[in-house]
């Protein structure tokens, strides 16, 4: 019996960058964990899982959830800045595998591609243009740049407006 195969036309692609692109959220928990910990309280994986892929400010929220109203959220900024800026300073970071790859294929084929991030766009166009990928999509959409952050869709379909002039597709959903 032959085997039935469907294909989708793959008409643009939306990356996340932090580790989707570039293996970067180990910096990012170490960040928040050594900045947690100068201010008294311990972070763990698990915790900090929860807040990998959200707004800063999304994240900080739930940072005070879990800690308390008494969590010196000023005095965790300021480590948080200080530990991040140590992490991010000076090299990029190493791409995920098959990254290129995949990259060059979209490439050969036309297809546009789009960042998605939560990061705050200047750190996220340094990130791009020290692994030697911003000139590798067609654009950039910020976490500073949209109401609500991930996992509200609104990053998505800002990256189709930013682009090109499509509409924004659920896959599988049936909905344009």
Do not use: H
């Not at 098959?98 to 340094?126: F, M, N, Y």
């Not at 379909?157 to 659920?170: I, K, N, R, V, Y």
Request: charged share 25%; glycine share 6%.
């Amino acid at each position: 019996m032959p085997v039935q195969t469907s294909y989708v036309e793959i008409r643009a692609v939306i990356f996340d960058m932090d580790g989707l692109m570039l293996d970067t959220e180990p910096s990012y928990r170490s960040a928040w964990q050594q900045a947690s910990a100068e201010c008294g309280y311990a972070l763990s994986d698990d915790d900090y899982r929860q807040f990998i892929g959200k707004k800063t400010a999304d994240a900080e929220n739930l940072l005070v959830a879990k800690f308390g109203d008494k969590f010196p959220m000023d005095d965790f900024r300021v480590a948080c800045q200080k530990f991040e800026a140590l992490a991010f300073s000076g090299r990029p970071f190493p791409k995920k595998c098959g990254l290129d790859e995949l990259l060059t294929l979209l490439e050969s084929r036309r297809v546009p591609r789009a960042v998605a991030t939560s990061t705050k766009r200047q750190r996220a166009v340094s990130q791009l243009i020290a692994s030697d990928l911003l000139q590798r999509v067609d654009a950039i959409v910020t976490g500073d740049e949209v109401a609500n952050g991930k996992p509200a869709p609104d990053i998505f379909p800002s990256c189709g407006a930013t682009a090109w002039d499509w509409q924004f597709e659920l896959l599988g959903s049936g909905r344009l």
